[in-house]
């Protein structure tokens, strides 16, 4: 199923602050590789089909780069980011200027949310995460905005402090398939765990050795997940569930805490 991503070239990329647990100032970092990864990783993406737009980088924003952290796209609809962290905070009116620019019905967040690092949807659901980043006061503001049910779930493990490091939606149910998710269920609470497995009794199971190369920050069209190379166990576990892993090497970005799904921000028409 072809889709449309937006995507912003890590021009600018650099890892000058700590604001997660993969960050440290004090080691070096590549700029110049990291846009080379990201190049790779777009070709891959046009490469099966889907449609990438980009945004402008904007100096002093090395963070741009994660544009699944911009804001939310359902249904033509945008659901804006407001982020935790002052160093990101002006990525937020950026990816909004880009989305009304674009034509998106534009709804302004008035809580802490970081786009879909935190609100991924999963066929009927909006799993919607919290625990670090985004505030559970906005969940209520996607299920209105949205109008679908949204599902709370609990991140207990500060690496992964995002939804989108601790779980990858595999298939929305738009594809013929019955929606699915991998995921690691040490990162969340006992009852997002049972919650997890109500809803996905059949999703693949990764493990720590996964989630510690952000394997779990993939993208699917429901048949071909783009997921990093060196997630190896995860990619099998997929193999054996019918899907397609395509590994990439975004090693460079994951200095800053990201992979392939931070830096893809799904517009959803």
């Given at each position: ?134 505030a559970h006061a906005s969940h209520a503001e996607v299920q209105e905005i ?124």
């Amino acid at each position: 199923m072809q889709k449309r991503f937006l995507m912003c070239r890590p021009t600018h990329f650099a890892v000058t602050y700590k604001i997660n647990p993969w960050m440290d100032p004090a080691a070096p970092y590549d700029t110049t590789l990291a846009i080379s990864q990201w190049e790779s990783l777009k070709a891959t993406y046009e490469n099966l089909g889907h449609q990438i737009e980009l945004i402008d980088p904007i100096p002093g924003l090395p963070d741009m780069v994660f544009a699944a952290n911009g804001g939310t796209v359902i249904d033509g609809r945008m659901f804006t980011a407001q982020f935790r962290h002052a160093e990101r905070a002006d990525e937020g009116p950026a990816y909004r200027d880009w989305a009304e620019r674009a034509g998106y019905e534009v709804h302004d967040a008035k809580h802490v949310n970081e786009g879909e690092g935190d609100i991924l949807l999963a066929g009927e659901y909006v799993l919607a995460g919290t625990g670090f980043r985004t505030a559970h006061a906005s969940h209520a503001e996607v299920q209105e905005i949205f109008g679908r049910p949204v599902i709370t779930l609990q991140l207990v493990d500060p690496r992964f402090y995002h939804l989108d490091t601790a779980l990858a939606v595999l298939s929305t149910g738009a594809d013929g398939k019955p929606a699915n998710i991998a995921y690691l269920p040490e990162a969340f609470s006992p009852g997002s765990q049972n919650v997890l497995r109500q809803l996905f009794p059949n999703a693949v199971i990764a493990n720590i050795e996964d989630a510690e190369v952000l394997g779990l920050n993939a993208v699917s069209d429901g048949e071909n997940v783009v997921l990093p190379v060196q997630a190896t166990h995860l990619a099998e576990e997929l193999r054996k569930a019918g899907y397609e892993p395509i590994g990439v090497d975004v090693s460079e970005l994951r200095l800053a805490g990201g992979g392939p799904k931070c830096c893809t921000l799904e517009l959803r028409s």
